[in-house]
């Protein structure tokens, strides 16, 4: 009876050091997919900057590694989606080499760069449910930072004004003065375009639409369905981050989009192009 327990013991240590070894290796992988993956956005900004090792640990200014090239050769080209995104090969090699550029590196800072998050998020308007774009940027408050509310963008906010700026449109006649502007009756009682009596170079602040329609009970936030970033940092260049949640080592916090911006009508361009201004 001894033997056979002694047996049965033998071959349950056997099996469970089988198996805690494959797991060991699968645990291994799995952490290594981590390490790879940029989990947080200030992960990304450290590995862009060359601040932190291949364990996840900070770099300092005052370590000999901190912002090194060697680091940031490591990092860099493996901050960009090469799984889904058609990004020109050609294109990612000037970026980096203008970024790691010994005489002029280029680096991202967090609290004073041109960067922002556009949250798409899911509301209830007047019990309807909608989705619109929240435009997020850092500002200073105190001795720190925080988030705040810089634009938004919703189809049903900008379908209430539609501007005829045709010749035929409708007008207030240029005498009106002389009747004490009795033809504003006319013109913005039961009009559902009231903006046409504006100025040529008026624009609707949907951010104070947003606002008062949140104040008024109108609007209620349910949820964010996603977040990406866009990035204006760098002189000369655009790009977007995006969160991949996949298998594998090019997942997280990845550039998704990259642009060369060659002046600056192209740079306000792309600026009323995510700000949904076109």
């Known amino acids: 009876m001894r033997i056979l327990f002694g047996i049965v013991s033998i071959v349950i240590i056997i099996h469970s050091s089988v198996g805690q070894s494959g797991l060991t290796d699968e645990m291994k992988e799995t952490e290594n997919q981590l390490y790879a993956s940029n989990k947080q956005i200030n992960q990304f900004f450290r590995r862009f900057n060359g601040e ?3 364990d996840g640990n900070r770099y300092y200014p005052s370590d000999k590694k901190y912002r090194d090239i060697s680091v940031r050769k490591g990092y860099l080209p493996a901050l960009f989606d090469t799984e889904t995104s058609q990004l020109s090969s050609d294109l990612v090699r000037d970026f980096l080499k203008d970024v790691m550029d010994k005489r002029d590196p280029k680096f991202l ?44 963008a919703f189809d049903q906010f900008q379908n209430f004004f539609d501007k005829d700026t045709s010749e035929t ?31 040529k170079a008026y624009k609707p602040d ?13 609007l209620q936030f349910k949820t964010v369905k996603n977040v990406k970033f866009h990035f204006f940092s760098i002189d000369g260049w655009y790009f977007s981050l995006n969160d991949y949640n996949r298998p594998g080592y090019n997942t997280g916090w990845l550039i998704s989009n990259l642009v060369r911006i060659q002046n600056a009508s192209l740079e306000r361009q792309l600026k009323d192009y995510i700000y949904n201004r076109n």
């Not at 989705?131 to 940027?137: C, K, N, V």
């Not at 949907?206 to 109108?218: V, W």
């Open 206 to 218: 949907f951010l104070t639409i947003f606002l008062y329609e949140l104040n008024q009970g109108n």
């Open 52 to 54: 932190e090792d291949d």
């Open 109 to 152: 800072n967090f609290h004073e760069d041109d960067w922002l998050a556009e949250v798409n998020a899911d509301f209830l308007f007047k019990g309807k449910k909608i989705s619109g774009l929240l435009y997020m940027r850092l500002q200073q408050q105190g001795q720190g930072y925080e988030w705040i509310i810089e634009d938004v």
């Open 169 to 199: 449109k409708q007008f207030m006649h240029p005498l009106s003065h002389e009747l004490d502007f009795m033809t504003l009756r006319k013109a913005l009682q039961g009009n559902k375009h009231t903006e046409q009596f504006t100025a």
